[in-house]
């Protein structure tokens, strides 16, 4: 499914990034949150979370577990809290159905 931008308003997320290129990960700040990895088209291939302090820690996880694959982008959704990043996550799966999540 197509990333929807109404997503940015969901009352978890506090702040957001753009589409950023995989390889350009490193730059995100390391707060708690929900990060999606998609194509070119804005297919959602990947939804993850975070912990406080970790964003950047699970995205490289990810990446090495085989989670981008079909990706090019990433992007973070910040939340203010561990629980948030958990429930958004979960919802976003729901709504996504990404592929990566399923293997």
Same mark, same amino acid.
């Given at each position: 499914?197509?990333?929807?931008?109404?997503?940015?308003?969901d009352?978890?997320?506090?702040?957001?990034?753009?589409? $950023?290129?995989?390889?350009? +990960? #490193?730059t995100?700040?390391?707060? &708690?949150?929900v990060?999606?990895?998609?194509?070119?088209? %804005?297919?959602?291939?990947?939804?993850?979370k975070?912990?406080?302090?970790?964003?950047?820690?699970?995205?490289?996880?990810?990446? $090495?577990?085989?989670?981008? +694959? #079909?990706?090019?982008?990433?992007k &973070?959704l910040y939340?203010?809290?561990d629980?948030?990043a %958990?429930?958004?996550?979960?919802?976003?799966i729901?709504?996504?159905?990404?592929?990566?999540n399923?293997?």
């Amino acid at each position: 499914m197509i990333w929807d931008s109404s997503d940015h308003s969901d009352y978890r997320v506090v702040a957001y990034t753009g589409w $950023r290129y995989l390889e350009n +990960y #490193g730059t995100f700040e390391d707060r &708690a949150g929900v990060y999606l990895f998609a194509n070119a088209d %804005l297919q959602v291939k990947y939804v993850g979370k975070a912990g406080a302090g970790r964003m950047v820690i699970e995205i490289d996880n990810a990446i $090495r577990r085989g989670k981008a +694959y #079909g990706a090019t982008l990433v992007k &973070a959704l910040y939340t203010n809290s561990d629980t948030n990043a %958990l429930s958004l996550e979960n919802a976003l799966i729901g709504k996504y159905n990404p592929p990566n999540n399923l293997i």
